[in-house]
């Protein structure tokens, strides 16, 4: 099989979030979990997601390493490239999204990309190129106070602006309701006016629809998983081809959180009062504190009831410790200590995990060295069970920071995954 589409994600939890959109919608993917090395075997798969660690890194190592990513899937044979970032268009004026959205662009010679962030089914909409957050704009929801990538504006092209070197326009609502037709004429003439992106609107899934009609055959498309999964729609309507979902491990489990999102705050208490838990203190950490041993030790004594071990924590506490630590460092010592606690908890035999937090869960599939994994079903809207290629096979359920109801992480383990 050769597959058709080759995505190039900005973290793990965003990667995994397209690939289970795409999976509901019949298409099989497998996701790797950085650059695959030569040779690594590749499955057979309609689509291949390279899950990089790269939304809050440096923007020239985010190109590099998007630009190596790019370079590997157009190696396989994918027809399509598809860069996909968070669906607030987490990022800072320094980037990550337009110096790599620009990179990818001139790799392929794109004469001109969308930008699509919309998943209307999770609230992410996009109008007149401003973001909405379950219809409050992006500037007043909770992500203005991301503690790595505070969203402060709403405007799309104003963020995108600030970080690239080329220009974006916008395809109006009005637009994208006109069809396909009119939508490639709009972005022929914003490319004719010497724009290279165009931010376009949608508030419906019918206006994803026509988008991916519209850019069916581009070299290069942005976006969240609300547009990869009006691709695969486009795709399957044209092939009549769907494929089943892989079985995930059973066994015991562990929940790890290290988001900061309101919604994973409340997932978190949830838990918490029906499970026993165990915090992660960062300032513990920093002085040199043996918290990770005490969390395995912890999760040992309560390896039968789903033991929660979480640094999740509001705003003002996580203002707190990085003033005193700086972002940097509270970040890193976080993300080390969920990397051997993941480790440590397999070793003792957990066969599933369930991971809330991009960048937990880039520490933790790190952590066990894991090189792809094949998706699953999902449990909620853009959270899929996953099931590691590498032995022992695990069961990762790795949610994005503001994915899920509040019972998400028991409603995860009643379901077979």
Not at 340 to 362: F, K, N, P
């Amino acid at each position: 099989m050769t597959p058709w589409l080759g995505v190039i994600a900005d973290d793990f939890t965003g990667a995994t979030d397209l690939a289970g959109m795409l999976v509901r919608e019949g298409t099989s993917a497998v996701q790797f979990l950085g650059v695959p090395g030569e040779g690594t075997p590749v499955p057979d798969a309609d689509c291949l997601v390279v899950a990089l660690k790269s939304r809050s890194i440096a923007a020239e190592d985010a190109v590099e390493q998007s630009l190596a990513a790019a370079r590997w899937l157009l190696a396989q044979g994918v027809e399509q490239l598809f860069f996909q970032y968070c669906s607030t268009f987490d990022s800072t004026p320094a980037g990550n999204i337009g110096p790599v959205s620009e990179a990818l662009a001139a790799e392929v010679g794109a004469g001109i990309a969308v930008l699509a962030p919309s998943v209307p089914e999770n609230g992410r909409t996009v109008c007149q190129g401003d973001m909405f957050v379950g219809g409050v704009p992006l500037n007043e929801s909770s992500l203005r106070t991301h503690p790595l990538n505070p969203m402060t504006d709403s405007n799309l092209v104003r963020v995108f602006s600030a970080q690239a070197t080329t220009t974006a326009g916008v395809v109006r609502h009005e637009t994208v309701r006109d069809g396909a037709s009119a939508i490639t004429a709009r972005l022929a003439h914003l490319q004719s006016e010497g724009h290279a992106f165009a931010v376009a609107d949608a508030i419906y899934d019918e206006d994803l629809d026509a988008i991916a009609s519209a850019v069916a055959d581009a070299p290069l498309v942005t976006g969240a998983a609300g547009l990869g999964i009006a691709l695969a729609r486009a795709r399957r309507s044209s092939t009549g081809q769907a494929h089943q979902q892989p079985a995930a491990p059973i066994g015991r489990a562990a929940v790890l959180s290290g988001s900061c999102s309101t919604a994973t705050q409340a997932q978190v208490a949830l838990h918490r009062a029906q499970h026993p838990s165990f915090e992660i203190d960062p300032l513990r950490l920093a002085a040199g504190e043996p918290v990770v041993a005490e969390a395995l030790d912890f999760a040992r004594v309560h390896r039968d009831d789903v033991p929660l071990i979480y640094s999740s924590a509001d705003p003002a506490q996580v203002r707190a410790v990085q003033d005193e630590l700086g972002v940097a460092r509270s970040a890193g010592l976080i993300e080390s200590a969920f990397s051997e606690i993941a480790r440590g908890l397999v070793d003792d035999g957990v066969r599933r995990l369930i991971v809330a937090g991009g960048e937990t869960s880039g520490a933790v599939v790190t952590g066990l060295g894991t090189t792809a994994i094949e998706i699953g079903a999902e449990v909620s809207p853009g959270v899929p069970w996953t099931v590691s290629v590498d032995e022992p096979r695990i069961g990762l359920l790795l949610k994005s920071g503001n994915f899920g109801p509040p019972d998400i992480f028991t409603s995860a383990l009643v379901a077979q995954p």
